[in-house]
């Protein structure tokens, strides 16, 4: 049998690895860990057996971070300091364009492998730019299905450092929307989610929307719209957060503030920390009043979690839109059928909370035959935070 070599870029399973570290490297607002599944992304898509993010210093002339796959613990330690940027590695930050190359060993360039390195041929070097300026590098070496990584494997690197680029660029936003409180830094903080985040990801949108045009594998087809979805739900989120931004003042008593409190509160008898989503200007269209009867909600509901549902996974979702605050938790665990439907007091409390509120209370099936709790309540023209 004559092996042909890896599919091309635009193959149905090359497409589908690609959008799976897509949503991977999407899914994180974290930069530590946008910077770790970036380069677990990238070795899963080109078969390395090795993988490693160098980020660039303030003079863009060393490395100042390194994150690295596929070495153990012990290896890693035996090896020492973490490589600054020479040799090969320095290439790409010299001259940040695409490097492919059989053997390290051969390249005029190579530097050498210090005591302890595991011994590394085949080499793919790509670079990771943000608004025109290089971030960092990916660096993949040793491809296992074969001698040399192609030129579809380069395709493939180039287009997962593009999406790469935009997951760092929202993760570094939303720490430094963390850390700062005035007025001036939150306008400019909304202005770049605006003008630059949701650009992006509408104009990846388009991309993945162009692709399915090209695919005619009914599997991969959905997948790619199920990508654009997320983009999406994304671009709702992100919009959210700019009317938060843009409040004259964002006060003590938020209620995004509070919930993801709870669920810090929460995470140790949990055992996991629930996936919390807001959608709509959640600070300025619930009053005290309302914050007050959402927030025990969401305690009784974590709490029931906790103790009742034998969960590994939950989700919050809180939306404020069309005259209504719906939240939604959801969970994997042992289902409407187990002791919740019957335990204590707690579901009933928070049924007449809502109702006290003009609302209503729902538990149905959730997360593989968990649980879905749905408590929504009419937001009033005169409801919300007025502006101090």
Known sequence: MVDDGPPPADHPSSLQRLLDAVISVGSELSLPVVLERIVEAATQLVDARYGALGVLDEDRRTLAEFITVGLSPDVEASIG?????????????????????????????????????????SFLGVPIRIRG??????????????????????????????????????????????????????????????????????????????????VHDATVA???????????????????????????????????????????????????????????????????????????????ALSNVAR????????????????????????DGRGIAGPRATDGHGLANMEQRAAALGGTFTLTSGLDDGCRLQWQIPLSPASGRSAR
């Open 81 to 121: 300091e973490l490589p600054k940027g020479r040799g090969i590695l320095g290439l790409l930050i010299v001259d940040p364009a695409p490097i492919r190359l059989t053997n390290l060993a051969d390249h005029p360039d190579s530097y050498g492998m210090p005591p302890g390195h595991p011994p590394m041929t």
């Open 308 to 331: 009742h549902a034998r969960a590994s996974r939950a989700e919050i979702d809180l939306t404020t839109g069309d005259g209504l605050l719906t939240l939604v938790i959801l969970d």
């Open 133 to 214: 300026e290089v971030f960092g590098n990916l660096y993949l070496t040793d491809k296992r299905t074969a001698a040399e990584f192609s030129e579809a494997d380069e395709e493939l690197a180039v287009a997962l450092a593009s999406v790469a680029a935009m997951a760092v660029e929202n993760a570094r936003l939303h720490a430094r929307l963390a850390d700062m409180a005035l007025v001036e830094d939150r306008e400019r903080i909304a202005r770049d989610l605006h003008d630059t985040v949701i650009q992006r990801l509408f104009a990846t949108g388009l991309v993945l929307q162009g692709l399915s045009g090209r």
């Open 222 to 300: 959905e997948r790619l719209q199920q990508s654009v979805d997320e983009l999406d739900d994304t671009v709702r989120h992100i919009r959210s957060t700019i009317f938060e931004l843009q409040r004259p003042d964002p006060g003590d008593n938020s209620v995004r503030r509070a919930i993801l409190d709870l669920v810090d509160e929460a995470t140790e008898t949990l055992g996991f920390r629930a996936t919390t989503r807001f959608s709509g200007p959640v600070d300025t269209l619930v009053d005290a009043a309302t914050s007050d009867q959402l927030l025990a909600v969401v305690r009784e």
